[in-house]
């Protein structure tokens, strides 16, 4: 590794493949001083924009690049595209030159002929940053730098563009210099927000305090709204439309966005208070003056919002909109959805050929019987034979049509109820499966190697299972330190946990693993916890046991197997253990509850949940159980185990390897922060699920969306599933549970998630059919691969047709 110091200020470092492959890069002891002290970020300047960096001091002290610059850098320089993409090549190795300036690092590739050239790199001018940004350049850093920092700790000095930055540029315009206006930005209290805003409100207007002009970032981060909003706290989602929709009859918008709907922000509420509002994103930012202009023009119709009619001051619109400009406002509207309406394209399920002109439009049916008539051949000529006389040809769609009467009318062709469903069902897979649909695999079989040694060491035992439910489990148990497994008997979601634990050198003869089986009718916690005796001594609960044994050990993980859950109340014994899994650390235990045995007290009396105690629940597919409480479901992840599956045994090669794991292993480690893209993409699905949710009434809460996330990092740091895989697991594991454990929940609900992220041609044809014919193409499609998210999909069409049975 070849490093050049130049002065205290300059560097060029001759790159090697790990720079770019694994994003970091080690720094030598002597190099350390000139980036600064270990554990500390940097601030790396790539054309005019920053990306941050960190020194990490697990082990050698490394800089871990962002991952976003690395892919603008692969962009950029298509010469090294090679060294990007793993390849190695010696005769184009790149060098890079960092120079640092007002505390940050200005980065460059030098190229083989500027480094040949006599011109002195030296001389060359350093860009330092601004000491004044105008609007435009902010706002830009606000979108384009904001998915780099949420990741990460909080701490960092990004959230001054929006806290201070952005609010006293605002503050310096000229019509908000004159003190009547509270500039506020807000990016989190303790950690990154989720909707980060600069908030603009009128001090004089008293009566109408829940009012106010905003910039808001979007959930994905590649839009910023400048929008007048109405939130009260405490109103509900209908109630703040009409109340945004009142205030906008006051308006005359112009070319401003008033359709609530198209904003995309995770908080319904927000949404439904936003009265009108101006949409930007990276590739589409005027110029300061633009942006001033339209912020003027914003500050006078929030101004004309709060007069509600009466003068506003002298700078905004003086006269309320008359009575047939708002007429023609809501008719202009009103034109523009029926356009819209209009130009959407006829539904169909096949790409076909454009019919000739002056010729109707086949219908959507007729690719069913197209495949019918593929499936039957001969049938649509029966009543030809039996006359002995040649029809006339007839165009393809109309001898569908008469196919179309001649199977439904089943005395005429001896076909039966049942036969005319088997037809109709071959010929909606044969449709799915011939239509150039994307293909959603169900399965993804990758295991890294130390997951491969698990999964050997089971398999040595003679439990053969598969790569998805191990990587799944060990991603949840490290996400969140409570599993649910669910299964019918004999399926191994006893034996799976164990074997896992034991793979990784937990087991029961060192005490770092521990089953308990579940007793008849258990009220309260003292089987788990502890009692006190008739002698007044304390008897410790196999949890205190392994507490004890997590605490002496802290390195170590330990597990504990709460086996058949579902034989007693859980929401009753499991109380004061799931306070410690959602991150209580208050001793599980006071002082009476040890009577008068001080020993007892002195020994157990201050245990609490700690970090590296992973509690595996299992619960019975069967009618004979308690049914499992809301809130337990809501505190960790449902894992359903697979069907056996009997076969040649599989070779996952050899089962020797290291079989003792550290703790750390299950923790959200530092690479995590390198990963904005992916937290991106998974906050924009999520989102969606979520928006889908809202409109059925049973959102999922911040718990349950913090651990999908935590889940998605820990995936996105090993490369084990994709975004689109970690949403489908996020629903089959958290969020269908959550809903069937709701007895109340509507089949609605379900359908909705049977069209998500379906293609539009098919979430249109999927439109206003009845039940079973929803349900036999769903399945169709899921059989062709069709569907985005197919683990959760096979629970959902089992769901669907539950809910038609009844």
């Given at each position: 590794?070849?490093?050049?110091?130049?002065?205290?200020?300059?560097?060029?470092?001759?790159?090697?493949?790990?720079?770019?492959?694994?994003?970091?890069?080690?720094?030598?002891?002597?190099?350390?001083?000139?980036?600064?002290?270990?554990?500390?970020?940097?601030?790396?300047?790539?054309?005019?924009?920053?990306?941050?960096?960190?020194?990490?001091?697990?082990?050698?002290?490394?800089?871990?690049?962002?991952?976003?610059?690395?892919?603008?850098?692969?962009?950029?320089?298509?010469?090294?595209?090679?060294?990007?993409?793993?390849?190695?090549?010696?005769?184009?190795?790149?060098?890079?030159?960092?120079?640092?300036?007002?505390?940050?690092?200005?980065?460059?590739?030098?190229?083989?002929?500027?480094?040949?050239?006599?011109?002195?790199?030296?001389?060359?001018?350093?860009?330092?940053?601004?000491?004044?940004?105008?609007?435009?350049?902010?706002?830009?850093?606000?979108?384009?730098?904001?998915?780099?920092?949420?990741?990460?700790?909080?701490?960092?000095?990004?959230?001054?563009?929006?806290?201070?930055?952005?609010?006293?540029?605002?503050?310096?315009?000229?019509?908000?210099?004159?003190?009547?206006?509270?500039?506020?930005?807000?990016?989190?209290?303790?950690?990154?927000?989720?909707?980060?805003?600069?908030?603009?409100?009128?001090?004089?207007?008293?009566?109408?305090?829940?009012?106010?002009?905003?910039?808001?970032?979007?959930?994905?981060?590649?839009?910023?709204?400048?929008?007048?909003?109405?939130?009260?706290?405490?109103?509900?989602?209908?109630?703040?439309?009409?109340?945004?929709?009142?205030?906008?009859?006051n308006l005359v918008t112009e070319h401003y966005r008033t359709n609530h709907k198209e904003v995309l922000l995770a908080n319904a509420s927000l949404v439904s208070g936003i009265v009108c509002y101006r949409e930007y994103t990276e590739t589409e930012m005027p110029e300061d003056e633009v942006l001033i202009a339209e912020f003027e023009a914003f500050r006078k119709m929030y101004k004309l919002c709060l007069t509600k009619g009466q003068t506003a001051d002298e700078t905004a619109v003086s006269d309320e909109p008359s009575e047939e400009i708002i007429k023609g406002q809501d008719a202009k509207v009103e034109n523009e959805m029926i356009a819209e309406i209009k130009q959407k394209p006829e539904v169909v399920l096949e790409e076909?050929?454009?019919?000739?002109?002056?010729?109707?439009?086949?219908?959507?049916?007729?690719?069913?019987?197209?495949?019918?008539?593929?499936?039957?051949?001969?049938?649509?000529?029966?009543?030809?034979?039996?006359?002995?006389?040649?029809?006339?040809?007839?165009?393809?769609?109309?001898?569908?049509?008469?196919?179309?009467?001649?199977?439904?009318?089943?005395?005429?062709?001896?076909?039966?109820?049942?036969?005319?469903?088997?037809?109709?069902?071959?010929?909606?897979?044969?449709?799915?499966?011939?239509?150039?649909?994307?293909?959603?695999?169900?399965?993804?079989?990758?295991?890294?190697?130390?997951?491969?040694?698990?999964?050997?060491?089971?398999?040595?035992?003679?439990?053969?299972?598969?790569?998805?439910?191990?990587?799944?489990?060990?991603?949840?148990?490290?996400?969140?330190?409570?599993?649910?497994?669910?299964?019918?008997?004999?399926?191994?979601?006893?034996?799976?946990?164990?074997?896992?634990?034991?793979?990784?050198?937990?087991?029961?003869?060192?005490?770092?693993?521990?089953?308990?089986?579940?007793?008849?009718?258990?009220?309260?916690?003292?089987?788990?916890?502890?009692?006190?005796?008739?002698?007044?001594?304390?008897?410790?609960?196999?949890?205190?046991?392994?507490?004890?044994?997590?605490?002496?050990?802290?390195?170590?993980?330990?597990?504990?197997?709460?086996?058949?859950?579902?034989?007693?109340?859980?929401?009753?014994?499991?109380?004061?253990?799931?306070?410690?899994?959602?991150?209580?650390?208050?001793?599980?235990?006071k002082r009476e509850d040890f009577g008068a045995d001080i020993t007892a007290f002195r020994e157990y009396g201050n245990l609490s949940f700690p970090d590296n105690l992973y509690i595996v629940a299992t619960i019975n597919e069967g009618p004979d159980s308690f049914p499992v409480h809301s809130r337990v479901i809501d505190s960790g992840n449902v894992i359903r185990m697979p069907v056996v599956e009997i076969g040649v045994f599989a070779d996952y090669g050899s089962p020797t390897g290291d079989s003792d794991w550290e703790n750390s292993v299950f923790k959200i480690h530092s690479q995590a922060k390198g990963l904005p893209e992916i937290l991106e993409r998974l906050m924009v699905l999520l989102n969606e699920v979520q928006q889908?949710?809202?409109?059925?009434?049973?959102?999922?809460?911040?718990?349950?969306?913090?651990?999908?996330?935590?889940?998605?990092?820990?995936?996105?740091?090993?490369?084990?599933?994709?975004?689109?895989?970690?949403?489908?697991?996020?629903?089959?594991?958290?969020?269908?549970?959550?809903?069937?454990?709701?007895?109340?929940?509507?089949?609605?609900?379900?359908?909705?998630?049977?069209?998500?992220?379906?293609?539009?041609?098919?979430?249109?044809?999927?439109?206003?059919?009845?039940?079973?014919?929803?349900?036999?193409?769903?399945?169709?499609?899921?059989?062709?691969?069709?569907?985005?998210?197919?683990?959760?999909?096979?629970?959902?069409?089992?769901?669907?047709?539950?809910?038609?049975?009844?």
């Amino acid at each position: 590794m070849s490093w050049e110091l130049l002065g205290s200020d300059r560097m060029i470092k001759t790159t090697e493949l790990s720079d770019f492959v694994n994003t970091e890069m080690t720094i030598p002891k002597e190099r350390i001083s000139f980036f600064g002290n270990p554990g500390e970020r940097l601030a790396i300047i790539y054309q005019n924009r920053e990306y941050p960096s960190y020194l990490e001091t697990e082990g050698d002290t490394k800089l871990k690049w962002s991952k976003v610059l690395i892919r603008k850098l692969g962009e950029a320089f298509p010469d090294f595209e090679s060294w990007f993409q793993g390849d190695p090549d010696a005769s184009k190795t790149p060098k890079l030159e960092i120079i640092k300036a007002n505390e940050v690092f200005h980065l460059r590739l030098i190229m083989a002929d500027e480094e040949n050239s006599d011109e002195k790199i030296s001389d060359m001018p350093i860009i330092a940053t601004p000491p004044t940004a105008g609007l435009q350049e902010l706002l830009l850093k606000w979108i384009t730098g904001y998915p780099n920092y949420y990741p990460r700790d909080f701490r960092f000095s990004f959230k001054e563009t929006i806290t201070e930055e952005i609010p006293k540029v605002i503050e310096n315009l000229k019509t908000i210099r004159s003190g009547h206006y509270q500039v506020r930005g807000f990016a989190g209290d303790t950690q990154w927000a989720e909707i980060p805003w600069v908030k603009v409100r009128d001090k004089q207007a008293l009566n109408d305090s829940d009012l106010y002009l905003a910039y808001l970032l979007a959930m994905d981060s590649r839009k910023l709204y400048l929008a007048i909003v109405y939130g009260e706290e405490g109103m509900g989602v209908r109630s703040l439309a009409e109340k945004a929709a009142a205030y906008r009859k006051n308006l005359v918008t112009e070319h401003y966005r008033t359709n609530h709907k198209e904003v995309l922000l995770a908080n319904a509420s927000l949404v439904s208070g936003i009265v009108c509002y101006r949409e930007y994103t990276e590739t589409e930012m005027p110029e300061d003056e633009v942006l001033i202009a339209e912020f003027e023009a914003f500050r006078k119709m929030y101004k004309l919002c709060l007069t509600k009619g009466q003068t506003a001051d002298e700078t905004a619109v003086s006269d309320e909109p008359s009575e047939e400009i708002i007429k023609g406002q809501d008719a202009k509207v009103e034109n523009e959805m029926i356009a819209e309406i209009k130009q959407k394209p006829e539904v169909v399920l096949e790409e076909q050929t454009p019919p000739p002109q002056g010729s109707q439009p086949v219908p959507a049916e007729t690719v069913l019987f197209e495949s019918i008539c593929e499936e039957r051949p001969g049938v649509e000529n029966k009543n030809q034979a039996e006359s002995g006389s040649e029809a006339p040809a007839q165009p393809k769609h109309a001898a569908i049509s008469t196919l179309r009467e001649v199977v439904m009318a089943e005395s005429e062709t001896n076909l039966s109820s049942a036969d005319v469903d088997d037809i109709q069902f071959k010929a909606e897979t044969k449709a799915a499966e011939s239509k150039s649909f994307t293909r959603y695999p169900a399965k993804n079989d990758y295991l890294p190697p130390y997951l491969q040694l698990v999964q050997a060491k089971m398999g040595d035992k003679g439990y053969y299972y598969p790569a998805e439910l191990i990587k799944t489990y060990y991603l949840s148990i490290k996400s969140k330190p409570f599993v649910i497994i669910k299964g019918q008997v004999g399926s191994g979601k006893t034996s799976f946990p164990r074997l896992f634990a034991e793979a990784i050198g937990a087991n029961q003869e060192n005490g770092r693993f521990k089953r308990l089986l579940v007793g008849k009718n258990w009220e309260d916690h003292t089987p788990l916890l502890g009692h006190l005796d008739s002698r007044g001594h304390f008897i410790p609960g196999p949890i205190m046991l392994i507490l004890k044994a997590a605490k002496e050990y802290p390195d170590k993980p330990h597990f504990f197997m709460l086996d058949e859950m579902d034989q007693s109340p859980a929401a009753d014994y499991l109380r004061l253990l799931l306070e410690g899994i959602n991150g209580s650390k208050e001793p599980f235990l006071k002082r009476e509850d040890f009577g008068a045995d001080i020993t007892a007290f002195r020994e157990y009396g201050n245990l609490s949940f700690p970090d590296n105690l992973y509690i595996v629940a299992t619960i019975n597919e069967g009618p004979d159980s308690f049914p499992v409480h809301s809130r337990v479901i809501d505190s960790g992840n449902v894992i359903r185990m697979p069907v056996v599956e009997i076969g040649v045994f599989a070779d996952y090669g050899s089962p020797t390897g290291d079989s003792d794991w550290e703790n750390s292993v299950f923790k959200i480690h530092s690479q995590a922060k390198g990963l904005p893209e992916i937290l991106e993409r998974l906050m924009v699905l999520l989102n969606e699920v979520q928006q889908l949710l809202i409109k059925h009434e049973c959102p999922m809460g911040y718990r349950g969306k913090n651990e999908i996330l935590a889940f998605g990092i820990n995936s996105g740091v090993e490369g084990l599933y994709s975004e689109l895989e970690v949403i489908d697991l996020a629903l089959l594991q958290r969020i269908i549970p959550a809903l069937e454990a709701v007895s109340e929940t509507d089949v609605d609900v379900y359908l909705s998630l049977a069209g998500f992220l379906l293609e539009d041609s098919l979430k249109q044809a999927f439109s206003n059919l009845p039940p079973d014919r929803l349900i036999g193409r769903y399945e169709a499609l899921l059989k062709a691969g069709a569907i985005p998210c197919p683990r959760s999909g096979g629970v959902i069409l089992k769901r669907l047709r539950q809910q038609h049975k009844q």
